[in-house]
């Protein structure tokens, strides 16, 4: 069973959520927030698997409710939705530490997807948007001091690892990894899980913004 917390600041668009959420028998939805204090506040109370964070809403937005979220190191991880096809959102949101982002305007199925992947510790970024992020990131330069944390952390990383940490950031999927190594998706897996825990990301968006901060990955052509 996976749990969510819906977070909207509009009462139709978080009654259409539930809708079709408690459509799904292996989703329970816990709660509802109409804003991000209260959305702060339930996820710690709640503790649901999944935040369905809007983005734009009066007082704190989803962005700062995403990072207090995060911050707070419980269980709960966030897939953002928004009706605005920003870049700024979908940068603001993944730094704050949100796994995933969605516009609003997505298929049932593929929020459902969505829900589900970043229920498991995956990530999902919406198709429109990932060579967009992907190009951004091509011109990101981090802070001084984050690059010489995350280049510390790179060291731990055998010669393998890194070369899957490189795919990764590239946008490669684990099939795609797979092949390209010659090895099982699983054995792919097992090297993402590793990675993840000794670069310190939560998930595989994360560990893409690492890539692209310490210049191991651009965006694929074609």
Known sequence: MTTVLIVDDHQLQRYAFRILLESVPEIAVLGEAAHGAEAVRLAAELRPDVV?????????????ATRRIVDAGDRSRVLVLTTFDLDEYVHAALRAGASGFLLKDARPEELLAGIRAVAVGDAVIAPALTRRLLDEYAQHVPRPDDIAVQEARLKALTDR??????????????????????VAESTVKSHVRRILAKIGARDRIQAVIFAYDLGLARPRTG
Do not use: Q, S, Y
């Open 52 to 64: 369905l964070m809007d983005v734009r809403m009066p007082g704190m937005d989803g962005i700062e």
């Open 161 to 182: 690892e890194r070369e899957i940490l490189v795919a990764v950031g590239k946008g490669w999927t684990n099939t795609e990894i797979a092949a390209h190594f010659v």
